[in-house]
């Protein structure tokens, strides 16, 4: 029994875990698993039950792909993937993280500087070793202490990003749904407010039969080490070290439980106040008048009790939230259903684009969107961006389609690429040729925060401009996003009616919570797309609004939240 899932996340270690073995990504072996990986993906059905040619039938599949998906359904192991992971320990494995410590490097740390780890690699950048490997000079060396610091690897208060657990955490609730005595199982902690980092997961079981859920946790694949197993907790480590509290609650007692351990725990405080100000007590077990329950099944009610509005979990940081539910003051947040066009749209144009014009615009029309703009990369991102004369075909194919499909709007757009002076793609009249345009940063992310600060600035003066997108360029956890005058790019967008992107990809979420903020009080559009690339990213779209929820934005804020004509009219406005 193979799902895709399994399958996908067996070939992605198997890229990963091979590329640092032959010590480069570009390696005939890790392009081979890259091809199966992607053929997959594309692979509408589940693999279950499928014999050794049919699986190789799947584009990229090839044999030795297909024994692996084989083994895996009759061992649940792959007997390569487990060497591989015991040459490449966690501890290791986080060296990965570092920006400018590509696989070959790795290589020659480990075999020339026996490196290990993260405590290796700071005791080889303080001793100054790194500067003698081949291809690494100081300056490569001082780079690499700096994203240490910055990306906070270092120490025990370490976190993860959400993009790293965020399936995990679904998947183990998903199976858990399917256990006997099972009502719901919700991930909660952090994940539910959708931190972009997570100290560890926690997920809340309403269950008639926790002893069931308890036997189901400790047989799960994920299992490295049982930390605990109580009556109502189960807790384990994974292989990489992320511990996984779940816990078991009666029905009658979820909305309770899922309050309690969502958090934050200064939320929960202030409202254990409130109910202690009225002579009741709130716990994970409910809300207690005495003996007595005033309320305990939903949250709903609890909140309704307090005498609260509902209080969205993403909000629930202890930043004012509920002092505004108390008095009833809580904006209208931004919701999924608001939104009615996506506006960072990718198709296979682009050089990383996964997915056909049509299989975009059914993936958008499937998605209830009034209108998509397709904003491929202009010519400057060389191997992912278009010439002149492709982009002046697409827009062709683009009209056609457009006229081809009555219920949604296709517009022809661009992402266009901001150089390090804030340059950007083609020329100003070609520029204009674009309904629509997003300009984000792609590369040059270390330079100072004067430049880039008016990298910005000048990229968004460019009439063609209608919104910058993922602002900092930051991965979570992996890349910082640039220094920049944070006030001065948002007075810029405020003053030329550029909108600010929130950028829905798990791994981006950019603009970040703080800056959103702080573009709601300058006045400055937003706008949340999901950077598709695939069909199967637009479900970033729940993602970039949930983490806009965050920051409190409400819908009247949002641009593409807009019906057709008005958006039109907002866009065009912006060209002058
Ligand atoms: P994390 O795991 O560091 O990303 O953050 P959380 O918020 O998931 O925190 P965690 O895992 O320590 O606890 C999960 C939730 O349980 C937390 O958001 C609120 C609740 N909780 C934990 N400890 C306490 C506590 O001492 N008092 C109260 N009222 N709630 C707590
Ligand atoms: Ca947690
Ligand atoms: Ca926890
Ligand atoms: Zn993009």
């Excluded at 919701?335 to 975009?360: A, P, T, V, W």
């Excluded at 904003?375 to 002046?392: K, Q």
């Excluded at 999901?530 to 970033?540: C, N, Q």
């Amino acid at each position: 029994m193979v799902t895709r899932g399994e399958a996908m996340r067996m070939l992605a270690e198997l890229v990963k875990l091979t590329a640092l073995d032959e010590g480069s990504p570009q390696a005939f072996k890790v392009r081979a698993y890259e091809k199966a990986l992607a053929g997959i993906e594309g692979h509408p059905g589940d693999l279950d039950g499928m014999t050794k040619s049919q699986l190789t039938e799947i584009k990229g599949v090839g044999n030795s792909t297909a024994d692996k998906i084989l083994e895996l359904g009759k061992t649940g192991k792959v007997a390569k993937l487990e060497s591989l992971r015991e040459k490449y320990p966690p501890p290791f494995l986080e060296l990965t993280k570092i920006p400018g410590l590509g696989p070959k490097t790795l290589k020659s740390l480990r075999a020339q500087l026996g490196v290990e780890d993260l405590d290796g690699l700071k005791e080889a950048v303080a001793q100054q070793k790194l500067r003698e490997l081949p291809g690494l000079g100081e300056k490569s060396e001082e780079k690499i202490a700096k994203a240490i610091e910055r990306l906070g690897l270092h120490g025990k208060d370490r976190r993860t990003p959400l993009v790293e657990v965020y399936g995990l955490a679904r998947s183990l609730a998903q199976r858990l749904e399917d256990v006997d005595g099972v009502e719901q199982a919700e991930p909660c902690g952090s994940i539910r407010r959708f931190s972009e980092t997570i100290g560890d997961i926690d997920i809340v079981v309403a269950t008639t039969n926790p002893a069931a859920v308890s036997e189901t946790v400790l047989a799960f694949p994920e299992v490295s080490e049982v930390v605990g197993a109580g009556d109502t907790k189960t807790s384990f480590l994974t292989r990489e070290g992320m511990q996984v509290d779940v816990r078991t609650v009666s029905p009658d007692q979820l909305g309770s439980a899922l309050m309690y351990f969502t958090g934050s725990k200064t939320h929960n405080i202030a409202l254990r106040q409130r109910a202690i100000d009225r002579g009741w007590l709130l716990s994970e077990y409910g809300l207690f008048d005495g003996d007595d329950v005033v309320a305990s099944e939903t949250e709903e009610a609890i909140y309704e009790a307090l005498e609260m509005q509902f209080v969205e979990p993403p909000l629930r940081e202890g930043s004012g939230e509920v002092e505004a539910a108390a008095d009833g003051e809580l904006p209208e947040l931004i919701q999924r259903n608001h939104i009615r066009g996506d506006l960072h749209y990718h198709s296979d144009r682009s050089g990383d684009g996964r997915s056909s014009l049509e299989e975009m615009i059914e993936a958008g029309i499937e998605a209830g969107y009034e209108y998509v703009a397709f904003t491929d990369h202009g010519e400057d991102l060389a191997i992912n961006g278009s010439s002149r004369e492709e982009m002046l075909a697409h827009r062709d194919r683009i009209r056609q389609l457009d006229a081809a499909y009555d219920e949604i709007k296709i517009l022809f757009g661009c992402e266009l690429n901001i150089g390090p002076d804030g340059d950007l793609d083609y020329d100003a009249g070609f520029r204009l040729e674009f309904d629509y345009c997003v300009a984000s940063i792609h590369s040059h992310f270390d330079l100072s925060v004067e430049e880039q600060t008016s990298r910005i600035l000048k990229a968004l003066a460019d009439p063609s401009v209608n919104a910058i997108g993922h602002l900092t360029g930051r991965y979570v956890g992996r890349r910082p996003g640039v220094e920049l005058d944070i006030d001065a790019v948002l007075e810029g967008l405020a003053v030329t009616g550029v909108a600010l992107e929130v950028n829905g990809a798990l791994d981006r979420l950019d603009a970040t919570t703080d800056v959103t903020r702080r573009a709601l009080a300058a006045g400055v559009d937003l706008v949340i797309d999901t950077d598709s690339h695939h069909t199967i990213d637009l479900v970033r779209m729940g993602y970039g609004v949930r983490y806009a929820q965050r920051a409190w934005v409400t819908p009247d804020r949002v641009i593409n939240t807009l019906p057709l004509d008005g958006f039109l009219d907002w866009a065009v406005r912006r060209r002058g």
